[in-house]
């Protein structure tokens, strides 16, 4: 229905089409259609399309998760610069892709600054995915006792808004918030996490809970349990070639 669309230059149609499906299909670690909103977003931007905001979203979030990193930057620094236009959808889960960008380019501090300007904005408290991912990224970028001290206020409140992938991510930083002062609690964590991932059908983080169980498991001295931990995890990977899984 996309490439008809597309190709047929209905582009309402394909741009309902791409910016519904982006996340969803990288979530679920399909590539093709992960890459839809970057193929039909100049169509969109021409005609300032109401999901232009969406879908230069899923356009950054692929770029960088297929390592183009500074196309990923522009898609999401457009998408925030119309953040407060009413032309466009309210959307801001682009401060998490500026956030993976900071990081993958070795600056911690400036993916926090970008993720907890996204979780102080109103938009957020719909599915409180910003929220999660400060949460994730304090740990990343060395500051997981600032993480625990909001982990479990950030996990009631993204299990508030009934979003499973903030759910998900939220799980994910408390497991990491705690997986050196408390791995038992952050096994516990995890194998939640995982568990609401495999529910609703999130391949991608998955991806990235496995290796960090399998992480505590082999501390625990349970190799076996360990090992057979990753066979979920390259099967649920596929063939993608996600740079993210694939590092993972």
Same mark, same amino acid.
């Given at each position: !229905?996309?490439?008809?669309?597309?190709?047929?230059?209905? @582009? #309402?149609?394909?741009?309902?089409?791409?910016?519904?499906?982006?996340?969803?299909?990288?979530?679920?670690?399909?590539?093709?259609? !992960?890459?839809? $909103?970057?193929?039909?977003?100049?169509?969109?931007?021409?005609?300032?399309?109401?999901?232009? =905001? %969406?879908?230069?979203?899923? &356009?950054?979030?692929?770029?960088?998760? @297929?390592?183009?990193?500074?196309?990923?930057?522009?898609?999401?620094?457009? &998408?925030?610069?119309?953040?407060?236009? %009413?032309?466009?959808? $309210?959307?801001?889960?682009? @401060? =998490?892709?500026?956030?993976?960008?900071?990081?993958?380019?070795?600056?911690?501090?400036?993916?926090?600054?970008?993720?907890?300007?996204?979780?102080?904005?109103?938009?957020?408290?719909?599915?409180?995915?910003?929220?999660?991912?400060?949460?994730?990224?304090?740990? +990343?970028?060395?500051?997981?006792?600032? *993480?625990?001290?909001?982990?479990?206020?950030?996990? !009631? &409140?993204?299990?508030?808004?009934?979003?499973?992938?903030?759910?998900?991510?939220?799980?994910?930083?408390?497991?990491?918030?705690? !997986?050196? =002062?408390? $791995? &038992?609690?952050?096994?516990?964590?995890?194998?939640?996490?995982?568990?609401?991932?495999?529910?609703?059908?999130?391949?991608?983080?998955? =991806?990235?809970?496995?290796?960090?169980?399998? *992480?505590?498991?082999?501390?625990?001295?349970?190799?076996?349990? *360990?090992?057979?931990?990753?066979?979920?995890?390259?099967?649920?990977?596929?063939?993608?070639? #996600? +740079? %993210?899984? %694939?590092?993972?």
């Amino acid at each position: !229905a996309f490439r008809w669309a597309k190709g047929a230059a209905h @582009f #309402d149609v394909a741009a309902h089409i791409a910016s519904n499906v982006g996340d969803i299909a990288r979530f679920q670690l399909r590539d093709e259609a !992960a890459n839809w $909103p970057e193929e039909i977003v100049e169509a969109a931007r021409a005609t300032r399309h109401r999901r232009l =905001t %969406v879908l230069l979203t899923w &356009a950054a979030s692929s770029a960088w998760s @297929f390592g183009r990193l500074e196309e990923a930057k522009r898609f999401g620094e457009e &998408a925030i610069s119309l953040i407060g236009d %009413v032309r466009f959808n $309210p959307f801001v889960w682009a @401060f =998490t892709d500026l956030a993976f960008v900071a990081l993958l380019k070795g600056d911690p501090e400036k993916a926090i600054e970008f993720v907890s300007a996204g979780a102080a904005l109103e938009a957020d408290r719909g599915d409180r995915m910003c929220l999660a991912t400060q949460l994730y990224i304090l740990v +990343l970028g060395g500051r997981a006792d600032e *993480a625990r001290s909001i982990a479990q206020n950030v996990v !009631a &409140a993204t299990e508030a808004t009934g979003v499973p992938s903030s759910n998900v991510l939220s799980l994910l930083g408390k497991g990491a918030a705690f !997986a050196e =002062t408390d $791995p &038992a609690a952050a096994l516990n964590d995890y194998g939640h996490a995982a568990a609401l991932a495999r529910q609703s059908g999130n391949r991608l983080l998955l =991806t990235l809970i496995i290796p960090k169980i399998a *992480a505590l498991l082999t501390r625990g001295g349970d190799l076996p349990a *360990a090992l057979r931990s990753f066979r979920e995890m390259l099967e649920s990977s596929g063939d993608s070639r #996600d +740079l %993210v899984s %694939v590092a993972h």
